[in-house]
Nanobody, 117 residues
Framework: QVQLVESGGGLVQPGGSLRLSCAASGFTFSRYSMSWYRQAPGKERELVAF????????NYADSVKGRFTISRDNAKNTMYLQMNSLKPEDTAVYYC??????????WGQGTQVTVSS
């Protein structure tokens, strides 16, 4: 059974940091590229960051470049998103996605990040 479970979200003040995790099971994690997406209320889901199966960095949304860092540990079947210098506009539900070379995709259930004073 395929599972992607996000954790690490919460309430943080502007300028603060959070580290999100996405724990994967039920598939060969290292064969899948991984991504973080986010969706704010009333907005479409947007790509935040992407990482290849071997850990090569794909890209970041312009809005998070220099503040967010995506990484993965294939030995632990886990992907991370280190978020620094958080802004109120980073408030959203954050989702992880796994994508196989043959285009099969899996999504997690999301974790809420709220940036507010």
């Amino acid at each position: 059974q395929v599972q992607l479970v996000e954790s690490g979200g919460g309430l943080v003040q502007p300028g603060g940091s959070l580290r999100l995790s996405c724990a994967a099971s039920g598939f060969t994690f290292s064969r899948y590229s991984m991504s973080w997406y986010r969706q704010a209320p009333g907005k479409e889901r947007e790509l935040v960051a992407f990482i290849t199966g071997t850990g090569g960095i794909g890209n970041y949304a312009d809005s998070v470049k220099g503040r967010f860092t995506i990484s993965r540990d294939n030995a632990k079947n886990t992907m991370y998103l280190q978020m620094n210098s958080l802004k109120p506009e980073d408030t959203a539900v954050y989702y992880c996605k796994a994508r196989a070379p043959w285009n099969t995709e899996y999504w997690g259930q999301g974790t809420q990040v709220t940036v507010s004073s």
